[in-house]
């Protein structure tokens, strides 16, 4: 890889970091259940760049590890999110 590449690279990954963090910091604690719950759709999109991330030619072993630890990371998010909106629907339910 090349380092312009590798710059244009880390200059999304930190711009990204930082827009996404600035987002989530504005949102009021009550919302953010509902939005976790909505964005685990989006959450699916990063596992397809992980897994794609993976099988890119050109980066290596290297390479291949960073796209297997992004695809658990990315797993783990989407199910962790399912599994809260899951007990958070389960409170409005009626009791019998």
């Known amino acids: 890889m090349t380092p312009e590449i590798f710059l244009i690279f880390l200059y999304v990954l930190v711009l ?37 991330c993976a099988q890119l030619p050109g980066f290596g072993s ?3 590890i960073v796209g297997l630890l992004a695809l658990v990371l990315a797993t783990i998010n989407v199910v962790g999110g399912y599994v809260v909106t899951d007990r958070m629907l389960q409170m409005f339910k009626k009791k019998k």
Do not use: D, R, W
């Open 16 to 52: 990204a970091s930082f827009v996404g963090f600035e987002l989530i910091s504005k949102v009021p604690p009550t919302l953010h259940t509902p939005l976790m719950s909505g964005s685990n759709a989006i959450s699916g999109i990063t596992l397809v760049g992980a897994i794609l």
């Open 62 to 64: 290297v390479g291949k």
